[in-house]
């Protein structure tokens, strides 16, 4: 018989709703919110029965405090069922990109053996589960999700922007908890659009008193009743044991009694658990801890071995303890509720559970149980000196460190640093280890560990290496003297035997403080200095040269042509890439040939994304994505550049690198401006704002930038203005001037226009006019030649623009190109020569439309009818139609890739497959793959 669920009509319509969903191949991701024993684990019982009885394949997990540091825990107990039920794991159902996910759910499985970050990983436990959902219906339950692993909770975050399409509920069970890593993915998590929160609140007093009935009695007067809800709060489990405690105590349910029910509720779980042991005598109490300290899912041979008994009496025990609503009769062992549980840990003395927790680990290692349980145990004891003990934590940390879960490598490093050390050199290994996974959650803990390190090193390159990273933390801690002065003090101790490291601190060097105001003329120095440096092979001078490149490039002291042989030779030979490719030194070498109009920029930018992604690292996915969103907006292919940014932004919120937050900001607002979305990139803006503690450094200009750029659009004109003034300034004081990087005079003349203030935005563009023709490259000339023409006379302003659309033509800026046209049109138009304008215009309309730019498509269609025009409908068709990602797509079908094929090698998913080739037919006017190949012809496959 079913468990009675009070007042929970709603949310099991709202759950069958989803799952109805989901059968229909409508992915739904369902979070029950609450707090303990308020019920989530009931209603997710009965989804979980609801979906078997649909003949769902039902996965289930329930995290718990004590396993919170197994790395991807809920990921294992969700598939390792799974793979237990295929039999092997040459299974057809893990080819392809699903084998990765072996490395966490099967330890023999040689991709175990193999470092994978969590980019590899996530991705493949995506693919597992897309081959699940192709053969029906699959349900994920878990419970008590807030004491989730951070990894598995990076997998849930993982599946939310691909649940389209697939054949899967996700049902959560959480409840809050305090601030911190796990929360803040929870967070992120409850507020993605895909997810339905629903949130329990506590019992009305009549079903409290309906719950609360078989044990109070049909006697039980007003007075009582009204107490007993108070006291319980309506919270259903509070109910059931305060219900059962009066019961036990032979407690009249009567007014008179409200104050020694009062005194009985005060520990009401806690205490009748306590009841519930005693009757189970002193080796019911034994087992019932060992289950405790063990946690969930531990078997009856290791729980009877840690409670000293022998395995046919812990059988006995095990029934008993169920009789009594402790533990579920079944094995593994599982608490009934986790504040069961929780009552029973508690309850022990802690001297006994820091021995019990010893003995735990002593004999889950001697039974040969994985170094992650054994470790787990050894987290909740005292340092011993065994050497056992240090080797099992340190095995433990390198294991979670290659599997891409730092908050456990951490906490075991943490454990390990408190044991004896062989040797100095044994323990600034581990400093630095550390250090290092620290850096990827906690920045201070890194400083710590990575600043001890540094005091212990004595070998030259391992100083460096450290120093290193120790500066990048101080940096991101906005600790930036901190940061320089420890470069430079690392930088002269290096002689000319290690000259390639010295020239990558000098590198690091450069890179923290070019972008601080108050420290930039470190930077001016140094590059001016070190030009000479960039000429070598070496890795050192690879990162010099983007570097120093970038910061010429940016103060616009070089030109473009310049400009592009800096960066490409500082990525010439793959090193940047293939060593650095996290670092800041790819995506300058990137910004450098976006702002200089270069097609090889999306190669460069595919190239870094395919090494982050081999190296399975979603925050390398992340980085090599910010600029390459940029480079799709400065082509004017807009829905690539709002696809790119809006994963990237789930990336930084399943990750830590905020520090490029302001970035993806910045450039979504504007890709969503060109597109006439203004509220959806005021929210852009403000979701820059979400971020930590960021060191206050020049990339904050792009944001202030965008937020003026939004105000001009919105017509606050003066707060605009001010706030692009604000901006300029503070770039050009930072010696930041070439417009190509940031077009503030431009952006800025167009509210003192319309302020009514015409010499002073002719005198801005005249300055970023001169600034364009020493850049040189397309874009930026005809946006500041275009931004002149309105401000001076009408024939030198059509002079001016056909001279922008001129050099702008064969550039890969489209959308410029589009906004050129329109105004050279307009002018045209005015001046009486139509049909001239009419066919800029018409041209115009085509570019707009195909950026996807419907604003300036609205205006150009305008000026169409004003030039004597009928303008076309928007829809266009042809190869010339399909956007980038349609025309890569379509190359793939002509070579015979199945959807399935052309997802994973795009990294996408096959909904978003499907969705692309019906724009494709539509476009191209066919109805078949086969047909698609003969509607190319002869278009070549893009490079």
């Known amino acids: 018989m079913e468990p009675q669920l009070l007042e929970r009509d709603q949310e099991q319509q709202q759950l069958t709703e989803a799952l109805d969903s989901a059968l229909r191949g409508e992915g739904r991701f369902v979070m029950v919110k609450g707090p303990a024993g308020v019920g989530k684990s009931r209603l997710l019982d009965t989804a979980r029965r609801s979906a078997e009885r649909a003949e769902c394949r039902v996965l289930a997990a329930r995290a718990t405090d004590l396993e919170q540091g197994h790395a991807f825990g809920v990921v294992r107990q969700l598939f390792e069922p799974v793979l237990a039920r295929f039999g092997g794991v040459d299974h057809e159902m893990l080819a392809g990109p699903a084998r990765q996910a072996l490395a966490v759910l099967d330890p023999n499985s040689p991709e175990a053996s193999l470092p994978m970050g969590d980019f590899t990983v996530l991705h493949g436990l995506y693919w597992l589960i897309v081959g699940l959902c192709d053969e029906g219906t699959v349900v994920l339950v878990v419970d008590d999700m807030q004491w989730a692993d951070e990894a598995s909770l990076r997998s849930l975050a993982y599946l939310l922007p691909r649940l389209e399409g697939l054949s899967l509920l996700v049902v959560t069970g959480t409840r809050p908890v ?184 002593t004999l889950l290692s001697e039974s040969g149980a994985s170094t992650e349980r054994v470790a787990t145990q050894l987290l909740r004891t005292l340092p011993t000196g065994e050497p056992w003990v240090a080797d099992v934590l340190h095995k433990a940390a390198r294991e979670a460190s290659a599997k891409a879960a730092p908050e456990s490598a951490l906490a075991y490093y943490g454990r390990r640093l408190q044991e004896p050390f062989t040797s100095k050199e044994e323990e600034v290994d581990i400093l630095m280890a550390a250090g290092t996974a620290a850096q990827l959650i906690d920045q201070d803990r890194a400083v710590v560990h990575l600043g001890r390190a540094l005091q212990l090193a004595e070998d030259s390159e391992q100083r460096a290496a450290i120093v290193s990273r120790l500066g990048a933390s101080l940096f991101m801690l906005s600790r930036q003297r901190d940061s320089v002065a420890l470069y430079q003090r690392a930088i002269t101790e290096l002689d000319e035997n290690h000259s390639d490291m010295r020239r990558r601190l000098q590198a690091s060097l450069i890179s923290v403080t070019a972008g601080t105001p108050e420290l930039n003329s470190v930077a001016d120095r140094m590059c001016a200095e070190l030009k000479e440096q960039t000429e070598a092979d070496d890795l050192g001078s690879r990162m010099l040269g983007s570097l120093i490149t970038w910061h010429d490039a940016i103060a616009g002291t070089i030109d473009a042509a310049t400009a592009t042989r800096g960066a490409l030779h500082a990525l010439g030979d793959g090193q940047l890439i293939e060593h650095v490719n996290e670092s800041e030194m790819v995506p300058d070498a990137v910004w450098v040939l976006v702002a200089a109009d270069r097609e090889e920029v999306l190669a460069v930018c595919e190239a870094s994304q395919k090494r982050a992604q081999r190296d399975g690292s979603i925050a390398g996915v992340g980085v090599s994505m910010v600029f390459r969103s940029l480079a799709w907006l400065r082509r004017g292919a807009l829905p690539e550049a709002e696809a790119v940014a809006r994963q990237t932004m789930r990336i930084i919120e399943a990750t830590r690198i905020d520090v490029v937050r302001p970035f993806v900001a910045a450039f979504l607002a504007e890709t969503l401006m060109e597109q006439g979305r203004l509220s959806e990139a005021e929210a852009a803006l403000e979701w820059a704002d979400h971020a930590g503690r960021l060191p206050k450094t020049g990339q904050l200009y792009w944001l202030q930038a965008g937020r003026a750029r939004l105000a001009i659009l919105q017509g606050r004109y003066h707060e605009g203005w001010e706030a692009m003034r604000r901006c300029g300034s503070m770039s050009a004081a930072h010696g930041w001037n070439n417009p190509a990087f940031l077009p503030w005079r431009s952006e800025g003349a167009v509210a003192l226009h319309a302020l009514g203030r015409p010499e002073e935005a002719l005198t801005l563009v005249r300055e970023e006019l001169l600034l364009a023709q020493q850049w040189g490259a397309p874009k930026t000339l005809a946006q500041a030649l275009r931004a002149t023409a309105p401000l001076v006379a009408e024939e030198e302003g059509i002079s001016l623009l056909r001279r922008a659309a001129s050099c702008v033509k064969s550039s890969p800026a489209r959308l410029e190109y589009a906004k050129t046209l329109l105004e050279l049109g307009t002018a045209l138009s005015r001046t009486g020569e139509r049909a001239e304008a009419r066919g800029h215009l018409r041209t115009a309309l085509d570019l707009a439309d195909a950026c996807a730019a419907a604003p300036l498509a609205d205006r150009v269609r305008a000026a169409l009818r004003a030039a004597g025009a009928q303008p076309r409908r928007s829809a266009l068709t042809g190869v010339e139609a399909l956007t980038p990602s349609e025309e890569r797509i379509a190359h793939l079908v002509v070579a015979n890739q199945t959807n399935r094929a052309i997802a994973q090698k795009l990294f996408i998913t096959p909904k978003t497959v499907e969705v692309h080739l019906t724009s494709i037919y539509r476009k191209l006017d066919v109805t078949s793959r086969h047909d698609v190949a003969s509607a190319l012809d002869p278009h070549t496959p893009p490079g």
């Open 178 to 361: 305090d601030s911190g890593a796990q929360q803040r993915l929870l967070d992120h998590i409850e507020a993605d659009e895909a997810v339905t929160t629903m949130r329990l609140t506590a019992l009305t007093p009549r079903a409290s008193a309906q719950l609360a009935g078989e044990e109070l009695g049909p006697d039980a007067d007003e007075a009582f009743r009204s107490a007993f809800h108070q006291l319980t709060g309506g919270n259903p489990l509070l109910v059931r044991e305060l219900a059962r405690a009066v019961a036990a105590e032979g407690l009249r349910p009567v007014g008179s009694q409200t104050e020694q029910l009062s005194a009985l509720s005060s520990r009401a779980v806690g205490r009748r658990v306590a009841v519930r042991l005693s009757s189970v005598g002193p080796e019911g109490q034994s087992f019932a801890r060992a289950a405790a300290l063990l946690g969930e899912g531990a078997e009856l041979r290791e729980v009877s071995a840690v409670a000293g008994i022998s395995t046919s009496r812990a059988m006995d025990l095990l029934g008993r303890l169920a009789t009594i609503d402790v533990l579920r009769p079944q094995t593994p062992l599982e608490f009934v509720h986790p504040l069961i549980l929780a009552a029973v840990y508690e309850d022990m003395e802690p001297a006994d559970r820091l021995r019990g927790h010893a003995r735990a680990a």
